[in-house]
């Protein structure tokens, strides 16, 4: 049932509608930070910021406080563990992370950039591979949505980086979004695999987009 439920939120974008640059469906065989570091996105509080709770996961899910795994003042970022899926993740110190039975959420102070990390069962889905989910995820959601403009590319360590551009603003958003989907199937087991999504405004797609790069880099999941 959660799977179902988080392929169906997924493709509704939801309170989780996130940005990406045009730039970014360009991109090939890796994602790059081009320089830039979590300090770049960071609030220098020393991990203070992780100790709140603000519940913005939405549709009824009540939130907990995310395992704090550690915190790099000098990296400007602290590693957060979400418990329920089993997934660590490093994010800029100044965010907040809850989670709930399901899923793992992350998002900066103004909720401009928004994370959500999940598992994914691609057979439950209906798919057969994270390359089959990424292209049947992006068509669906321009079938539904049809301003949306999205694409799909395989990256060279074989996960997939999905684009969406000209998401419509969620409530509190003040203009369009872009999205960044990156797919990532297990090791060995191509039917299971984990879907990392952020967005940021428009406006900041080029710097969401690198970040998505460092988040990438430091994402461990316990398969």
Do not use: C
């Amino acid at each position: 049932m959660g799977q179902k439920e988080s392929g169906r939120r997924f493709l509704l974008l939801g309170t989780a509608a996130l940005a990406l640059a045009p730039s970014a469906a360009r991109a090939q065989g890796v994602l790059d930070a081009g320089g830039m570091t979590f300090r770049d996105f960071a609030v220098a509080d020393r991990g203070s910021s992780f100790n709140k709770i603000d519940p913005v996961i939405g549709s009824g899910a009540v939130p907990t406080q995310a395992r704090i795994l550690s915190v790099d003042n000098d990296g400007g970022f602290a590693r957060i563990r979400f418990e329920a899926i089993r997934v660590e993740v490093a994010m800029p110190l100044g965010w907040q992370a809850n989670e709930d039975w399901e899923r793992g959420v992350g998002f900066s102070s103004d909720k401009h950039f928004r994370l959500i990390v999940w598992r994914v069962d691609f057979a439950f889905e209906g798919v057969n591979d994270a390359e089959h989910y990424a292209a049947t995820k992006s068509g669906a959601i321009k079938a539904r949505k049809p301003g949306i403009q999205a694409q799909a590319r395989k990256l060279g360590d074989g996960s997939f980086l999905i684009v969406y551009q000209n998401v419509p603003a969620a409530q509190g958003d003040a203009e369009t979004r872009v999205v960044f989907d990156l797919v990532v199937p297990r090791p060995g087991k191509p039917k299971e695999g984990v879907l990392m999504t952020l967005g940021v405004a428009a406006r900041d797609s080029d710097r969401g987009l690198k970040l998505m790069a460092l988040l990438k880099s430091k994402l461990r999941v316990d398969w």
